[in-house]
């Protein structure tokens, strides 16, 4: 997870390792940050959590206790595979803190564990993550290109999220799509790994004569709101959605009456309560959303992810799902603090928040236009998911519905079963699902 914080990793990297967050400032630099970080992983291999509390700096402590530690670090072998070995340390400085980075080698993946080292040689942040690849920058738009793109503002003042509007050329109006992103602190491209997602549906979306904005999302652009804890899946992603529709509405060349919200994963699991708040919305567009509580899909996955190396589940995965169990029950029991740092980290009243929501209910509230579409390789939001919508609106003339056989959760053509080594491959979403979506906004 991105840090300080943030309500929770995107959902189609739910599956990867779950992420502690910086819990307090550190103010100089440790004599030897790597001994530290080294000694640190030992302990956690060995099984040692609380050994490892104990070298936290107070607020680090407090907010990452031992029972907390080890049900992240256990649950790395269910999602990654056996541990291989580590890389190199390395050093930085990021304002007055020693930044350690130890590359960690797993049979699926590659991750990295950071450490904040304080003045006084104690932890005070620590997360688990893939590595980070340097940004690359969107190419440019070609001259002869039938759209052009401009900066956008969504929101006013210190707290607007900067937002690309790509514009067909010509007179207008034109009818225009919002899009939202799955959850987690997402570009506006919703960038995952080498892959664009939203770029690729923004441009192809363009060149079509649909205009598209989208925008970073608040917990990229603003993760300090986020550092309290009190906040909730309106304040991460509805909201937000509201206001992009209206600056869509108040520009220049945009139809008012043809807005349309398309999310993808948990973005499109709350675009029906984004019409509902905006009553400006003319339909929508759900790409693998889920249909679902997204605490049991949690569950679920990390259950698949078990699975899908050797058809088995061995006695750490088990133990890593049971932890993982043991967090939902305990966010869901009422008598729980809601500030209490829960599943992945994030606080008790989030989680909630996001169980309260029943996206195909208030889908059937809305009563717009849908295009429901899916991966049929999809590891995220699976076919349950998308029976459950087409049982909902079976029958319903104005909800159509895609099915893509080749798709994963991106929209991005594949072969084989899906994996998420796939998401580290670079891929393009696919153009006829670019061409449905095209067709549909048109019709309507």
Request: aromatic share 6%.
């Amino acid at each position: 997870m991105n840090r300080p914080a943030h309500p929770r990793r995107p959902l189609h990297r739910a599956l990867l390792a779950g992420a502690l967050a910086l819990a307090g400032a550190a103010h100089a630099q440790s004599a030897d940050p790597a001994a530290l970080a080294r000694q640190a992983l030992d302990l956690l291999d060995a099984g040692d959590y609380a050994k490892v509390e104990a070298l936290f700096a107070p607020r680090m402590a407090e907010a990452v206790p031992a029972d907390k530690l080890k049900a992240v670090w256990e649950s790395l072998p269910v999602q990654m595979g056996k541990a291989t070995g580590r890389g190199d340390a390395t050093i930085a400085a990021q304002g007055e803190a020693a930044v350690v980075q130890v590359p960690l080698h797993f049979e699926k993946a590659e991750l990295v564990a950071k450490f904040a080292i304080d003045a006084d040689g104690r932890i005070a942040g620590f997360l688990v993550q893939p590595p980070q690849a340097a940004p690359v920058p969107d190419p440019a738009v070609a001259a002869d290109a039938p759209f052009t793109e401009h900066e956008l503002a969504i929101g006013d003042g210190a707290r607007a999220l900067p937002a690309t509007l790509a514009m067909p050329k010509g007179a207008g109006p034109f009818p225009a799509v919002v899009l939202v992103h799955g959850s987690g602190a997402h570009d506006r491209d919703e960038t995952i790994g080498p892959n664009k997602p939203f770029l690729d549906l923004a441009r192809g979306l363009a060149a079509q004569g649909i205009a598209v904005l989208r925008y970073e999302k608040r917990t990229k652009a603003h993760p300090e709101e986020f550092a309290g804890g009190d906040f909730g899946v309106d304040e991460e992603t509805t909201f937000d959605g509201v206001l992009a529709v209206d600056a869509l509405r108040k520009t220049n060349g945009i139809d008012p009456n043809r807005i349309f919200v398309l999310g993808h994963s948990q973005g499109g699991m709350m675009a029906p309560r984004i019409a509902a708040l905006s009553g400006h919305v003319k339909g929508l567009v759900l790409l693998a959303a889920p249909a679902r509580p997204l605490l049991d899909i949690v569950i679920e996955q990390n259950r698949r992810m078990a699975v899908l190396d050797d058809g088995k589940i061995s006695d750490a995965e088990r133990a890593a799902i049971n932890a993982l169990i043991a967090q939902v029950r305990q966010t869901r029991d009422p008598a729980t603090p809601a500030a209490t740092r829960t599943v992945m980290g994030q606080p008790a009243g989030y989680w909630r928040s996001i169980d309260s929501v029943d996206a195909v209910a208030e889908a059937q509230r809305v009563a717009l236009p849908m295009l429901v579409l899916q991966g049929g390789r999809d590891i995220q939001v699976v076919d349950a998911d998308w029976q459950a919508w087409r049982e909902a609106f079976d029958g319903d003339p104005k909800v159509a519905f895609k099915l893509y056989p080749a798709l994963n959760h991106l929209g991005i053509p594949g072969d084989g079963e899906g994996s998420l080594a796939e998401y580290a491959k670079p891929g393009h979403v696919d153009p006829k699902l670019i061409d449905d979506v095209a067709a549909w906004v048109k019709a309507h």
